[in-house]
């Protein structure tokens, strides 16, 4: 049985960084081909200005669409898509508008990634998030059904400054990223 997961990075958070470099590996270890999509071109200072938020979802769905063209999706058994903060909304889209029937892990989701929600999907949010208004999002994931993992002093990256902290905080967030993709 073929399995796909497919990585969405956020702008500056690569598949690299500890969410998405360890989600992958849970992936892999899971039995999936892993791909990673990536972007460029991106504007800058686009925290806080919805216009220029808009403009990067749009640029990275464009280039999303291009780098996944050829692969035949539908040959594949179980989809995992797994996103950071612009990339949650980019993959969600992408889910949506082209009818794949993928599980979704959202790691920082921010608002507009909301408007295209799952059935089959996880989600994690820092009560600190500059990037979020936490109350609104809590508020839509509770409206959709939409199991929202909150991380009390957590940035846009999960982390409080804390290292101990920090690292029980991905642990755990691997562990249910863990759980939701093998279904133990």
């Known amino acids: ?5 497919v990585i969405f990075p956020g702008i500056g958070y690569h598949k690299d960084k500890p969410l998405l470099y360890y989600a992958a590996k849970l992936a892999k270890n899971a039995g999936y081909e892993v791909m990673d ?10 925290k806080g200005d919805e216009a220029m938020m808009q403009k990067a979802a749009e640029i990275g769905y464009m280039q999303a669409v291009e780098q996944l063209k050829d692969k035949e999706i539908s040959q594949y ?7 950071k903060s612009i ?8 889910a949506a508008e082209c009818g794949i029937e993928a599980k979704q892990v959202w ?10 929600p799952s059935k089959k999907m996880v989600a994690f949010l820092g009560d600190a998030d ?3 208004d936490v109350k609104k999002l809590k508020e839509k994931a509770d409206a959709l059904g939409i199991r929202l993992y909150m991380y009390a002093g957590g940035n846009h990256s999960l982390e ?7 690292i029980s ?10 759980e939701f993709i093998t279904g133990r």
């Open 1 to 5: 049985m073929k399995k796909l997961a």
């Open 37 to 46: 999509v990536s972007y460029h071109d991106m504007p800058e200072k686009i």
């Open 77 to 83: 058994a179980e989809v995992l898509f797994l996103g």
């Open 87 to 94: 990339g949650t909304v980019i993959m969600a889209r992408y």
């Open 107 to 116: 790691y920082t989701p921010v608002e507009a990634t909301f408007s295209f």
């Open 130 to 132: 500059p990037w979020s």
């Open 160 to 166: 409080t400054g804390e290292v101990d902290r920090d």
């Open 169 to 178: 905080y991905l642990q755990e967030v691997m562990e249910i990223t863990k």
